[in-house]
């Protein structure tokens, strides 16, 4: 909850019942009981018991619905790929709509600092780059529909249809997919029980006040666990890294290496991996495995943030939009066998380089096979597929 508002720019104050007195009498004038938390009391003074962030989205008016009948450019997802079609998109002219699942940002919304995109010589927020791109996106026209996840895509004649989840129906002669990855879970026994209780999928910016003087440990060998490491170093008393392979150069770039060597708190373990978790109603012990030595231990943490990979949001497309063997959406070139498209392709011509199996229907960013995992290359898809959006539709 604390992500989901954050990553939506909505400013709000957090009681835990544990440690503030207020949270007590709030909950009690509210008439909510401990056992469904978090409770969620709205500026217009309406309470909400442990309810999905599409029901505190409406509660908000941040949800909305689509104003046009029809679009040129359906974008789904709106982190950088998706956010950089829709500024593209809508300045170039194309109704353009933009549909997000949670909140805008993506991956790059979630992190702490982004040193690597162009323009930012001291490095942006990754909320605050996803602030900007809406901003510039909305001046342009661009519609976006938030906290509006989509279940299916269908063909009906030249038009491409979209369905979200409740219900609602969206209708373009185009569509990009931009859903990029989503975290893999930590799989070890115990540790689901502590998912958002003690362990956290990529959310470290919105947990860093909560890990002051704590000792946090951080699961990847990835620049993602390299920025979250730099991240808590300023608030938690200890960073300890833990990392699968022997060391960090084959995985994280050289200037975050370079960083944590120089941070006396921050620890990096390779060579180990998290065996279990346990604890009461909130984490309270890892156990943790070094793979070299054949030992085990158990160390008390209350804190453990996992950066293991991602796997592609491609569940909910069908058969029809081609995908590799882990998922990736498979675009121009990469659908070829042998030189030769498949069968089922209906055009004369073959398809645009970011084209999916689907005529009218592209993919950008981390979504697409083969894609460089980066926030200027995602931008830089998200550009490119607008252009080739404009070639379809001038053969239409
Ligand atoms: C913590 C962290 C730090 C990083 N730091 C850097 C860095 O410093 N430099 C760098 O270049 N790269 C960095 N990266 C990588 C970079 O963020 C990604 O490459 C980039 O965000 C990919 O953009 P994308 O738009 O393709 O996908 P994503 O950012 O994954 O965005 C996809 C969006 O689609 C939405 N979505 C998914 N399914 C649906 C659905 N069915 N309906 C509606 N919406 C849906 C998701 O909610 C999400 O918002 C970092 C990644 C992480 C996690």
Not at 105 to 115: P, T, W
Not at 127 to 154: C, N
Not at 156 to 162: D, I
Request: charged letters at 20%.
């Amino acid at each position: 909850m604390k992500d989901f508002l954050t990553r939506n720019q909505v400013p709000f104050t957090w009681f835990e019942l544990e440690r503030d007195a207020e949270a007590g009498r709030l909950l009690a004038a509210n008439g909510g009981d401990a056992e469904h938390l978090p409770l969620v009391v709205t500026s217009t003074g309406q309470a909400l018991q442990a309810p999905s962030t599409m029901e505190v989205a409406d509660a908000l008016g941040i949800s909305s619905t689509p104003s046009l009948p029809f679009y040129d450019l359906i974008v789904i997802g709106g982190g950088p790929a998706g956010l950089g079609a829709a500024v593209y998109g809508a300045s170039e002219g194309l109704r353009t709509v933009l549909v997000e699942r949670e909140a805008i940002g993506g991956q790059a919304g979630q992190s702490s600092r982004i040193e690597n995109y162009l323009g930012f010589p001291s490095g942006i927020r990754g909320g605050d780059l996803a602030w900007r791109a809406t901003t510039q996106a909305r001046r342009f026209g661009a519609e976006m529909l938030l906290t509006s996840e989509v279940a299916s895509l269908d063909v009906c004649g030249s038009a491409r249809v979209v369905r979200l989840a409740n219900g609602a129906e969206l209708a373009a002669h185009a569509v990009l997919l931009t859903t990029g990855v989503a975290y893999r879970r930590l799989e070890a026994p115990g540790v689901d029980a502590f998912a958002g209780s003690g362990v956290y999928y990529g959310a470290a910016t919105t947990e860093a006040q909560s890990c002051r003087d704590e000792d946090v440990y951080i699961v990847g060998g990835a620049n993602s666990a390299g920025q979250a490491a730099v991240f808590f170093a300023s608030t938690a008393r200890s960073v300890t890294l833990i990392v699968r392979g022997q060391n960090l150069e084959r995985s994280m770039s050289h200037y975050l290496i370079q960083q944590i060597a120089d941070l006396p708190n921050v620890h990096v373990r390779p060579c180990t991996e998290v065996i279990g978790a346990s604890g009461d109603d909130h984490l309270e012990r890892l156990q943790i495995a070094d793979l070299a030595a054949g030992t085990k231990e158990e160390v008390e943490t209350s804190w453990l943030f996992v950066f293991i990979g991602a796997a592609p949001c491609t569940d909910w497309l069908g058969k029809e939009v081609q995908r590799d063997e882990n998922g990736f959406v498979l675009t121009g070139p990469d659908l070829l066998t042998e030189g030769r498209l498949r069968a089922d392709w209906p055009l004369e011509r073959q398809p645009y380089f970011l084209e999916t199996s689907v005529p009218g229907v592209f993919a950008a960013g981390d979504v697409r096979g083969q894609s460089v995992k980066r926030v200027a290359s995602a931008v830089g898809e998200g550009a490119m597929a607008v252009a080739l959006v404009h070639r379809y539709l001038e053969l239409l």
